[in-house]
């Protein structure tokens, strides 16, 4: 028959093993968060440097691109990772390293229609969305083309070299 102490021995050892399994688990989550991010980082900056380098979509040719605008209004604060502008178009683009159907779902109701309240200056442009990913599967081909989306995905060998000085 196990005592009282014994008991209380036996939690006091499972609560310790318990919180040395949760301090692994925290740090696995922060390390997923972490390579998540720095391939959301990756696809950002090679949408980024490919659009600089040719300001242009769906045909459209920009004359300003700016990465990771940022703007608050009262409660509403957004990012978007890419917007392409000239004198009447405006590209809003949102760059993922894996596209899901849940990536256009937020683009148009969430994304763009902050867009809509943070951005007034921009009303009577021409609109564009677009997602930018390396991976896109067919259904988020189905449903952008459905709603309009210009999709961007890496093609070819674009490589830029950069010699030391």
Do not use: C, W
């Amino acid at each position: 028959m196990i005592t009282q102490e014994q008991l209380a021995q036996a939690l006091l050892e499972l609560k310790a093993s318990q919180e040395k399994s949760d301090r692994r688990l925290d740090k696995l989550g922060k390390l997923v968060g972490n390579i998540s991010n720095n391939q959301g980082d990756i696809a950002e900056e090679f949408f980024y440097n490919s659009l600089r380098t040719k300001p242009s979509m769906a045909g459209i040719n920009y004359d300003f691109i700016e990465p990771n605008a940022h703007r608050t209004k009262g409660n509403i604060e957004d990012e978007y990772d890419i917007l392409l502008v000239n004198g009447k178009d405006i590209a809003i683009i949102e760059t993922k390293y894996k596209a899901h159907t849940s990536d256009i779902e937020k683009l148009i109701n969430k994304k763009y229609e902050n867009f809509k309240k943070l951005y007034p200056e921009y009303k009577d442009y021409n609109h564009y969305l677009g997602l930018a990913s390396f991976n896109i599967n067919g259904d988020v081909k189905e449903l952008a083309s459905k709603n309009n989306i210009t999709l961007l995905q890496r093609k070819g060998d674009i490589i830029e070299t950069i010699l030391p000085k």
